[in-house]
């Protein structure tokens, strides 16, 4: 490894900045890696599809639980590339075997689940420590943004399968078959699938080179801070830009300075107290070389402040413990109408829910008791002996009240009999309704009924009371018994 | 003892019995499709005009057709396309060198029955052409108004906007419509019926209405329509058809309602039902039997029911079922 023939600037960089290097240096070498990370997977999914060729929705999680092996090439490539070493495709892959973790079967099973695969995978590739070494050094070079790496490409990796699927659904031009979604998404053994499932491959294919860069990239970043790769490479420069002491003069200076150390006895690091020793570092670090001095010039305000008010005193008419009082009061109430309020507007969602269209803003019947009386209110009375009442209002000359009569008991009677005969309910229902509850007799008194009532009450015609008369005496018991029933229950 | 039904007018009777026979020459002609033929049997007494609406293939233009042949008159037809001008539909004024004066060269609207195939096909401009003529019954070109000849009725079919290459109508438009009629799938035994028919001797798929006698004329459709408009309303018949037309304007589910013309249109749809189904008066049985095919068309649904797949009938249905009907 040598550190002077990078391809990028060593430096300490951020976490982000890290990442960006990653995908700079997959953007430069995108072609090389991604095809090693098909020549990693491209066996195995002829493989598995030989296997799964019936279970498509088997076939893709398959290949994605193989990911860190796909993942091993290109990252074993890259971290030749990244300092000098290009290795042709053929060589890299010869080299497939050493490439992979020396242990691969825990990457492929315990490890498998969790976000910092990126940045644990150099570690476990290129320095290969094992159990409790591989866990201290994770530990010491960790970072969090392995995590959120993970996140953003999976998130890239869903945007770029569905704008794939997306297009072919709806950019394809006329006159080519077009991708059904819903099969593409549901229909397992269908060809639409298949293609979404193709897609999803090219998709993960495409982001592989980005996400092995972006945490080679913050492995080199951490690497680069913790062991100060950069001041390394400063001295090495420096060195080499003095010249270097050369073989004759280290002689001199080791003669002359050999007796002295020989003969001075070595002063132990502990000889002094951590007081001298601050003092020490603190001479050290206010040196030239260990910072700078730099002068600003801002404005500062040099008037006088003005007086701010102190706190209001509490009025002396007012007693504290009464405001306090009065305060809890008021927060109570609101809590109260707070919860309230979120009972009735979960209590309206409820309703919204079950029937999005049933309810009216506001009330529109007609008020009850002016044009459209309620059956309900006819007097019990009435109902009790509705002939004898229908004959009394005839033979008192209110035919038309008769009528009416007949035809609210009818209602009475067949909502007593279980008749579902809402406000909406027009002649017809009510007719629809005694079909299947009256015999086929009461059924023609009921028609005769209603057709004199239709014509009574919507064509303007006087009340034929010979009709009347008829239907009083050919009334059917069940009705007046039922209509007394009916009103009884009312 | 059985009562006699009341003798009904002679006028009323002649009436109803030539809306039977046009309803039933035009069910020879299409078959499966008994409830839009009702529909539309009914608005041509009710003198208004209909929108169907259906699927390319159903027989829309064929039913239009076949109303035309069995009620007689003057017939027109204009195919709606996206570069059809007003001008085309209604008419204009063109130069004569001989002259050298203007003439009115009067457009297909100046007819009895008007079929306006496929009319979302046009651009909303050129469908507005036809406003003037539904709603007063004259066109005004070059300044000058021509008063169309009585009867005048417009059939007007439409694909569902869904379809590609579809404008919507404009309300107003919709509005001067009487009622708005969907044509659905014929059942299995009906459109085997249709497949025979054709194919039995027929070249090509050609719509055929030889079959269909004219049984009406234009003076016959103008007195029906008089003694559908002389059918006995009542007020509590009146109230009941605004109440429903008032509801749909604070129905939950419904973000616009219907006008004070839908009002109007279901009396007038309700007395055509009630002339078809014989009656000289009007009950509440023939509003609410026409009032969802007036007002689906008149009302716009909220756009979270849309979403989720509601129609105007399903909402209209429940306002239906929540409208006290009158039992005074």
Redo the contacts between chains.
């Keep these: 490894m040598d550190l002077s023939c990078t391809a990028a600037t060593t430096r300490p960089r951020t976490p982000m900045e890290s990442i960006d290097l990653g995908f700079a240096l997959a953007r430069t070498w995108f072609l090389p890696l991604w095809a090693c990370w098909w020549a990693a997977a491209a066996p195995v999914a002829l493989v598995t599809l030989v296997f799964l060729n019936q279970h498509p929705g088997l076939w893709l999680p398959a290949l994605w639980w193989f990911k860190p092996a796909f993942e091993a090439l290109p990252l074993y490539w890259l971290s030749r590339a990244f300092f000098g070493e290009r290795l042709p495709l053929r060589v890299a892959v010869r080299r497939l075997p050493r490439a992979l973790p020396r242990r691969l079967w825990p990457q492929l099973l315990w490890r498998r689940i969790g976000l910092t695969r990126s940045f644990s995978m150099p570690v476990t590739l290129l320095e290969a420590p094992r159990g409790a070494a591989r866990r201290e050094r994770l530990r010491v070079l960790g970072t969090g943004a392995a995590g959120w790496l993970t996140i953003i490409c999976v998130h890239l990796e869903s945007v770029l399968w569905l704008g794939g699927l997306l297009g072919l659904a709806f950019l394809l031009p006329e006159g080519l078959p077009g991708l059904d979604l819903e099969a593409a998404l549901l229909a397992e053994h269908s060809a639409p699938y298949w293609i979404a499932n193709l897609l999803m491959l090219l998709a993960i294919s495409v982001m592989a080179p980005f996400y092995v860069a972006a945490g080679f990239a913050l492995y080199l970043g951490r690497r680069t801070r913790l062991e100060a790769w950069d001041l390394e490479l400063e001295f090495r420069r420096a060195r080499s830009a003095r010249g270097g002491p050369n073989r004759r003069s280290a002689l001199a200076l080791a003669l002359v300075l050999g007796p002295c150390v020989l003969v001075t006895p070595p002063e132990p690091a502990q000889a002094r107290t951590p007081a001298e020793a601050r003092e020490a570092i603190d001479a050290v670090l206010a040196e030239p070389d260990f910072g700078s001095t730099r002068e600003e010039r801002v404005w500062v305000f040099v008037g006088e402040n003005e007086e701010t008010p102190g706190p209001r005193e509490p009025d002396a008419w007012l007693p504290t413990e009464l405001i306090t009082g009065i305060a809890t009061v008021i927060k109570w109430a609101v809590l109260l109408a707070a919860a309230v309020l979120a009972t009735w507007l979960g209590l309206r969602i409820l309703q919204e829910y079950q029937h999005?269209?049933?309810?009216?803003?506001?009330a529109?019947?007609?008020p009850?008791g002016e044009?459209?009386?309620d059956?309900t209110k006819i007097p019990s009375l009435v109902a009790r002996d509705l002939a004898a009442r229908a004959r009394h209002s005839l033979d008192a000359g209110d035919a038309r009240g008769a009528l009416?009569l007949l035809y609210?008991g009818l209602?009475i009677r067949l909502r007593g009999d279980g008749a579902r005969l809402?406000?909406?309910?027009?002649?017809?229902d009510c007719l629809a309704a005694a079909t299947d509850i009256a015999s086929q007799a009461e059924l023609?008194w009921i028609r005769?009924l209603v057709?004199?009532w239709?014509?009574v009450?919507?064509?303007?015609?006087d009340v034929?009371t010979a009709?009347l008369g008829?239907l009083l005496?050919?009334l059917p018991q069940p009705l007046a018994v039922g209509a007394a029933v009916g009103t009884a229950r009312g | 003892?059985?009562?006699p039904?009341?003798r009904l007018p002679a006028d009323l009777e002649a009436a109803r019995d030539a809306l039977a026979r046009v309803e039933m020459q035009v069910n020879r002609a299409v078959l499966g499709q008994r409830q839009v033929v009702r529909e539309v049997v009914l608005a041509l007494a009710a003198a208004g005009h209909v929108l169907i609406e259906g699927l390319p293939g159903m027989g829309k233009t064929l039913l239009v057709r076949a109303l035309a042949a069995a009620v007689g008159g003057h017939y027109a037809r204009v195919q709606f396309t996206p570069d059809l001008m007003p001008s085309d539909v209604t008419g204009h004024a063109i130069f004569d060198m001989k002259s050298e004066q203007f003439h009115i060269r009067r457009g297909p609207v100046f007819c009895n029955v008007l079929l306006g195939d496929e009319i979302n096909r046009a651009p909303a401009k050129t469908q507005a052409a036809l406003l003037e003529a539904m709603q007063e019954q004259q066109v005004t070109i070059e300044g000058q108004s021509l008063v169309l000849a009585p009867p005048f009725l417009v059939l007007a079919t439409q694909n569902p906007i869904e379809q590609e290459g579809t404008y919507p109508l404009p309300a107003a438009q919709l509005d001067r419509f009487l009622i708005k009629s969907f044509m659905r799938y014929p059942s299995r035994e009906d459109e085997l019926s249709v497949i025979r028919q054709v194919a039995a001797g027929s070249v090509g798929d050609a719509l055929d209405v030889s079959a269909v006698e004219p049984v009406l004329d234009p003076r016959g459709i103008l007195a029906v329509q008089r003694t559908a408009a002389g059918l006995?309303?009542?007020d509590?018949?009146l109230?009941y058809a605004l109440?429903l037309v008032?509801?749909t304007r604070?129905?939950?589910?419904?973000d616009g309602g219907a006008g004070t013309r839908a009002a109007i249109a279901v009396v007038r749809a309700a007395r055509g039902h009630a002339l078809l189904a014989g009656?000289?008066?009007?009950?509440?049985?023939d509003v609410?039997a026409v009032a969802l095919a007036v007002l689906r068309h008149r009302v716009r649904l909220?756009a979270?029911?849309e979403i989720?797949g509601?129609r105007a009938d399903?909402?209209l249905t429940?306002?239906?079922?929540?409208?006290?009907?009158?039992?005074?």
């Design positions: 999005p269209f049933r309810r009216p803003r506001s529109t019947t007609a009850k044009a459209n009386p059956t009416a609210q209602i809402p406000d909406s309910a027009t002649e017809s023609d005769r057709r004199l239709q014509t009450a919507y064509a303007h015609r034929d009709a008829a005496d050919t | 003892m059985q009562q039904e009341p006995t309303v009542d509590a018949v109230d109440r008032r509801a604070d129905w939950q589910g419904l009656n000289d008066f009007v009950t509440p049985d609410r909220g979270e029911l989720e509601y399903d909402v429940e306002l239906l079922a929540g409208v006290e009907a009158p039992r005074n």
